[in-house]
T-cell receptor, first 111, second 116 residues
Framework: RKEVEQDPGPFNVPEGATVAFNCTYSNSASQSFFWYRQDCRKEPKLLMSVYSSGNEDGRFTAQLNRASQYISLLIRDSKLSDSATYLCVVTSNTGGFKTIFGAGTRLFVKA | ETGVTQTPRHLVMGMTNKKSLKCEQHLGHNAMYWYKQSAKKPLELMFVYSLEERVENNSVPSRFSPECPNSSHLFLHLHTLQPEDSALYLC???????????????FGPGTRLTVL
């Protein structure tokens, strides 16, 4: 089992749609959780951190479920500019410092 | 200069060459990282430095040799690489290690390496 697994993509959605991504992680002692965004041929950039209580930033909502070991990202009212690869990132300090990236989920938003 | 910079942006080298990748961060961060991103694969963490000390080496072959002379600079020395080492090498920095709190990692643009 991969340490961090994400929904296989790509997701093709029309503008204005709501889309949700899930990510599961295997290490129950994981400490920090993030969603990064990576545009084609660009470096990853932090989209949002994911806190235990869940958090929202504009059209983006992130949730963490420690019991089931998954995190989610919800994008409402999709824009063309949301087209990118979304990376789930989990960090832990067990067995050495680790930052594990998921393989990413590709999103295409079409007009 | 802002953020994290990397040079060169593109590098083509033969298997017998020796080259170095350079990363510089202008953010006053204490932690720096090297990642490898191959096609169709997740980013792989290679090395982590905190306050110029290496804190993690994720089973990286010895043909990759990192160096952190100060908290702003990070190098990756390359020698006798293999074609399968061709990838995008990304440098990142964060204020501190994300061990007990959330620390955003800021990435450089990467060096696209091709080994012939």
């Amino acid at each position: 089992r991969k340490e961090v697994e994400q929904d296989p993509g790509p997701f093709n959605v029309p503008e204005g749609a709501t889309v949700a991504f899930n990510c599961t992680y295997s290490n129950s002692a994981s400490q920090s959780f993030f969603w990064y965004r990576q545009d084609c041929r660009k470096e990853p950039k932090l989209l949002m951190s994911v806190y235990s209580s869940g958090n929202e930033d504009g059209r983006f909502t992130a949730q963490l479920n420690r019991a089931s070991q998954y995190i989610s990202l919800l994008i409402r009212d999709s824009k063309l500019s949301d087209s990118a690869t979304y990376l789930c990132v989990v960090t832990s300090n067990t067995g050495g410092f680790k930052t594990i990236f998921g393989a990413g989920t590709r999103l295409f938003v079409k007009a | 200069e802002t953020g994290v910079t990397q040079t060169p942006r593109h590098l083509v080298m033969g298997m017998t060459n020796k080259k170095s990748l350079k990363c510089e961060q202008h953010l006053g961060h204490n932690a720096m990282y090297w990642y490898k991103q191959s096609a169709k694969k997740p980013l792989e963490l290679m090395f982590v430095y905190s306050l110029e000390e290496r804190v993690e080496n994720n089973s990286v072959p010895s043909r990759f040799s990192p160096e952190c002379p100060n908290s702003s600079h990070l190098f990756l020395h390359l020698h006798t690489l293999q074609p399968e080492d061709s990838a995008l090498y990304l440098c990142a920095s964060s204020q501190d290690l994300p061990q007990s709190s959330y620390n955003e990692q800021f990435f450089g643009p990467g060096t696209r390496l091709t080994v012939l």
